[in-house]
């Protein structure tokens, strides 16, 4: 295939995607407005807790594994292999899912020196009911990740959009409980459901096990340490404002952190499509394309994304309280506020998978660590005086900096004078 070939192999992926993960956002729309209508503040406090911590141990826990799998699946499909993909699949389960489970085991004391979660009853059941729905939800992302390896991009967007057609019903379900217990199970249950649903074939169809190995490389890892940093930058907000401040600020960050997410309603579509492409020959094989990428994306993206946030900027005050009904009002400057990461996120998309296709998970996971550090340390100074604006601001202007720097290093990475990347893969994915 040539390289006009791909091109429109991958904008008609990316439209596609789009599409159904533009409708998944809208699920997930739907989903927030029936629980922040539908529950008290005290038991939307309760799920935004639970959602955090459920998304710290899949992001953390099989963040890693997904992105080694998806890499080097995607990798050798463009080579022309397909050889052994169902054990592939299911070996990267299992070790996303013993990382998942030390992850939610290490939690539990955490959880209980820090008291985060400790109005809402026993932190032992919180942090079991997360974990549990981080394996479910990660079986999924797994299952998602072999259909985009082998761009069947419109499968993918699928069962993404069947998953949060789960979420949906058990959050139209939980909106008259009054129990956290029972809100944790059904929405737990429906991750469930979906992740076995989604890998059941896998293990049916891969020869019993007998293949497979829980053996972590050096590279899974990394990118698991990578993977840990990236998503305790991405949660630690809520962690923060669990512990030091009142539950309706907890619920306000939570409520602002749900609209920046439809914000960044593309970006799942996006990143998907980015990782297939750094991962095809023509990329992987070369720096001087790879180079091209980083800068011809921020020419292409800079207006359009500056027009986009802009206007959610002009549009917050309006359409916010119209959605929540004036229960959460500073959610308002505060989802203003974490726009500009919106900004910075789109902008700079490729140069993290530019890294990840050069193998330097290193260099990723050594920024990421370094601005969760400051994240923490800014917010825990900022929590009691300033609030969740406070926090915004501080967990805003990190992630600035480290877009910006991942994008440095990117364009570091690719210069003529720069070292090589890694030989290509020539085994089965996770058996090196």
Request: glycine share 8%.
């Amino acid at each position: 295939m040539d390289d006009r070939a791909i091109t429109r192999s991958f904008r008609r992926g990316f439209a596609t995607l789009l599409v159904v993960d533009l409708g998944t956002k809208a699920l997930t729309a739907a989903t927030v407005l029936v629980l922040i209508r539908g529950l008290s503040v005290a038991l939307y406090a309760y799920v935004t807790v639970l959602f955090t911590l459920a998304q710290v141990a899949a992001s953390a826990g099989g963040g890693g594994i997904l992105t080694r799998y998806l890499r080097e699946e995607s990798e050798q499909a463009s080579r022309g292999s397909a050889d052994g993909s169902e054990e592939h699949l299911l070996q990267a389960l299992l070790k996303a899912s013993l990382i998942i489970t030390g992850f939610g085991l290490c939690a539990i004391p955490v959880v209980a020196v820090f008291g985060i979660g400790s109005g809402f009853g026993s932190g032992i059941i919180l942090v079991a009911l997360a974990t549990t729905f981080a394996a479910g939800s990660n079986a999924t992302d797994l299952a998602i990740a072999r259909y985009q390896a082998r761009r069947r991009f419109s499968k993918a967007g699928l069962l993404s959009a069947l998953r949060a057609c789960a979420l949906l019903v058990a959050a139209c379900i939980v909106s008259f409980a009054q129990s956290e217990l029972v809100i944790g199970a059904w929405l737990v249950g429906s991750m469930l459901v979906v992740g076995l649903a989604s890998t059941g074939r896998v293990f049916r169809a891969s020869s019993a096990g007998r293949h497979l190995s829980v053996r972590f490389t050096r590279e899974e890892a990394w990118l698991s340490f990578f993977s840990f940093a990236a998503a305790g930058f991405a949660y630690i907000d809520i962690l923060v404002a669990s512990v030091l401040l009142n539950e309706h600020q907890v619920s306000t960050l939570g409520a602002s952190l749900r609209y920046w997410a439809l914000v960044l309603s593309a970006m799942p579509a996006l990143g998907a499509v980015l990782r297939v492409r750094t991962a095809q020959v023509d990329i992987v094989d070369s720096a001087a394309r790879q180079r091209a990428m980083v800068f011809s994306w921020i020419r292409r993206t800079f207006i359009p994304t500056t027009l986009i946030t802009g206007a959610a900027f002009l549009l917050a005050p309006s359409v916010i309280p119209a959605v929540d009904g004036g229960k959460y009002p500073e959610s308002v400057e505060t989802f203003q506020i974490f726009l500009v990461t919106a900004l910075a996120a789109y902008i700079t998309a490729p140069a993290g998978t530019i890294l990840i296709a050069r193998r330097r998970y290193d260099l990723l996971g050594s920024v990421y660590a370094v601005g969760l550090i400051i994240n923490l340390i800014g917010d825990v100074l900022v929590a009691r005086s300033f609030g969740v604006y406070g926090i915004a601001v501080v967990s805003s202007t990190v992630y600035v900096a480290i877009a910006l720097t991942v994008t440095a290093l990117a364009v570091r990475e690719t210069r003529p004078t720069a070292r090589r990347s890694p030989a290509r893969i020539d085994g089965p994915p996770n058996s090196r």
